[in-house]
Nanobody, 123 residues
Framework: QVQLVESGGGLVQAGGSLRLSCAAS????????MGWFRQAPGLEREFVAS????????YYADSVKGRFTISRDNAKNTVYLQMNSLKPEDTAVYYC????????????????WGQGTQVTVSS
């Protein structure tokens, strides 16, 4: 069993930055492909970014490319999402996810989910 706990959300003005963190419990963090998803009110959950266990592969949604960066520290069992140049349309609950395969994240599913952290970008 893996537990994921997100932190770092908050209120920021457009153009600002936030860094989300997701701390994972358990000794198997290095085995997981990690990802970030988000869900805005009234919309379906959408993929934001993912990273392989060794950090050699990273994927981003087109809407965040060039603005967001996913990274991980396997020694700390933590994955990060650095969000720069934030826009009001980035407002959503952001979820951390862990999966045994990259394909599951790309399909929008995961083996474990965090509880989510709210990000609000004001115009």
């Amino acid at each position: 069993q893996v537990q994921l706990v997100e932190s770092g959300g908050g209120l920021v003005q457009a153009g600002g930055s936030l860094r989300l963190s997701c701390a994972a419990s358990g000794p198997t963090f290095i085995s997981f492909y990690m990802g970030w998803f988000r869900q805005a009110p009234g919309l379906e959950r959408e993929f934001v970014a993912s990273i392989s266990p060794s950090s050699s592969m990273r994927y981003y949604a087109d809407s965040v490319k060039g603005r967001f960066t996913i990274s991980r520290d396997n020694a700390k069992n933590t994955v990060y999402l650095q969000m720069n140049s934030l826009k009001p349309e980035d407002t959503a609950v952001y979820y951390c996810a862990a999966a045994f395969t990259f394909s599951r994240l790309r399909e929008g599913s995961a083996d474990y989910w965090g509880q989510g952290t709210q990000v609000t970008v004001s115009s």
